[in-house]
Nanobody, 126 residues
Framework: QVQLVESGGGSAQAGGSLRLSCTAS????????MGWFRQSPGKEREGVAL???????YYRDSVKGRFTISEDRAKNTLYLQMNSLKPEDTATYYC????????????????????WGQGTQVTVSS
């Protein structure tokens, strides 16, 4: 059993920044794909960014150049730095993890990760 706990959500103005954190209750980084998904009411869940233990990263096109995914393995923590925020970034953001797998770009569309956090709300005002 692995628990993922997100934090750092909140409100920001368009053009502002937020940094999301996800802390895992157990070690899952030896060979793992981790990342962030988001969902707004009435919309399908969508992958935002992925990072695996080979340090390969994948981003959906709409956040490239604005968001950066990173990790601190010593702290069992995954981060999502969100800069140049736009109102369309408003959503509940979920930390996800899949053990025994590297990341592949197609996984941004999968949505069937093994572990999910409870979500943290991000609201961006114009």
């Amino acid at each position: 059993q692995v628990q993922l706990v997100e934090s750092g959500g909140g409100s920001a103005q368009a053009g502002g920044s937020l940094r999301l954190s996800c802390t895992a209750s157990a070690w899952i980084y030896r060979r793992t794909c981790m990342g962030w998904f988001r969902q707004s009411p009435g919309k399908e869940r969508e992958g935002v960014a992925l990072l695996d233990t080979d340090r390969d990263t994948y981003y959906r096109d709409s956040v490239k150049g604005r968001f950066t995914i990173s990790e601190d393995r010593a702290k069992n923590t995954l981060y999502l730095q969100m800069n140049s925020l736009k109102p369309e970034d408003t959503a509940t953001y979920y930390c996800v993890a899949q053990r025994e797998s590297l990341c592949f770009r197609y996984m941004l569309q999968k949505g069937d990760f093994e572990y999910w956090g409870q979500g943290t709300q991000v609201t961006v005002s114009s």
